[in-house]
């Protein structure tokens, strides 16, 4: 019986590295999108040619009044594609890029990082874990920006904390389970990220390079297989883990 593992915001970006990465490894996917459904078929198009099995569903996971239609939505596709009624890893990632200074940030701004990044990955987690098998996996996606500091993110870099926290709790509270949860904190990745302002610039990647171990910031790809090996039974004994994937910035 294949995996099937559940990845928010996985139409691109990390979550869309991360549902092929999977679907290499012969787990099959759930995915969500919040607005570009062509961009979800063709993930789910290009997991079928993986011959994997992939379903997508419109979520904004910072709709928390949406969840329980989302649950039950959910719980239709295990019976009806694969015949269960759990799936085996949560992979918490849909997120919005919105920077500014700590003294401009307004309080609508505030809210919506935190409806998205924090009460959203909250209450997404616990009214999806009467589907999440026991023996399960959640990976949480954070930001090295909780490690290190840049003009502008003290809003969003303040929830992924939160988010770190919680993990904790979750690894805690869900180990009798058997269910582990790990954060992966990506550093700069060349995505559509807050407009894609690293991703579009020479100069900024030069900058932020430079500042890296490894002397360039990442990529999709550096960052899905990350996922994937915390999610395989090879890490089974791992939980409660912060595991940074910044290719060494500001060591």
Do not use: C
Not at 6 to 22: E, P, Q, V, Y
Not at 68 to 74: C, H
Not at 146 to 168: C, I, N
Not at 214 to 221: H, K, M, N, S, T
């Amino acid at each position: 019986m294949p995996k099937i593992a559940l990845i928010t915001g996985a139409n691109r970006g990390l979550g869309k590295n991360t549902a092929l990465r999977l679907a290499e490894d012969g787990v099959d996917v759930l995915i969500t999108y919040r607005s570009n459904a062509d961009e979800a078929q063709d993930v789910v198009d290009t997991v079928t040619k993986l011959g994997r099995t992939a379903v997508a569903f419109q979520l904004d996971t910072g709709r928390v009044e949406t969840f329980d239609a989302f649950a039950a939505d959910v719980r239709t596709a295990l019976a009806d594609r694969w015949g269960r009624d759990t799936f085996d890893y949560l992979v918490n990632n849909a997120g919005i890029g919105i920077y500014g200074s700590f003294a401009e940030t307004s309080v609508d701004t505030f809210d919506q990082l935190m409806s998205i990044h924090f009460r959203g990955v909250f209450f997404l987690t616990q009214q999806l874990l009467p589907l999440l098998a026991d023996g399960g996996r959640i990976v949480n996606l954070s930001t090295g920006l909780t490690r290190f500091t840049r003009p502008g993110f003290a809003a969003y870099a303040s929830m992924k904390g939160a988010v770190e926290v919680f993990t904790h709790y979750l690894a805690k509270e869900l180990g009798p389970r058997g269910i582990t949860a790990n954060v992966v904190a990506p550093g700069p990745i060349a995505t559509d990220f807050a407009g894609g302002v690293i991703r579009d610039s020479e100069e900024y990647q030069a900058q932020l390079g430079s500042e890296a171990a490894l002397g360039r910031v990442g990529e999709p790809d550096d960052i899905g297989g990350v996922i994937a090996s915390l999610l395989s039974d090879r890490n089974a004994f791992v939980t409660a883990q912060r595991l940074e994937a910044s290719g060494g910035t500001l060591i």
